[in-house]
């Protein structure tokens, strides 16, 4: 269905890792895939918690979302968070 959801709890998977707020945004703009609407409130509620992840993982989900086919749209969701 091109619907990116996680597996159970959108917001007990992102509080596990919270690098995987940033690969869903990846997913999103490489793949154009949707975000279905609890995961996107899960990305926003837990945005907080990339704080807590090395600034090199962050920068390598980054340059990947960077290098994707619709960066504009990854860069504006991450603004949002």
Request: hydrophobic share 40%; charged share 30%.
């Amino acid at each position: 269905a091109k619907i990116i959801r996680t597996v159970g709890n959108p917001d007990e998977r992102f509080s596990e890792d919270a690098l995987r707020i940033m690969r869903a945004i990846r997913f999103h703009t490489q793949l154009g895939f949707e975000i279905s609407p609890e995961t996107e409130h899960a990305l926003l509620t837990h945005g907080h918690l990339l704080q807590n992840i090395s600034h090199e993982r962050i920068r390598d989900e980054f340059i990947k979302i960077l290098m994707s086919k619709n960066p504009k749209m990854g860069i504006e969701l991450l603004d949002n968070l």
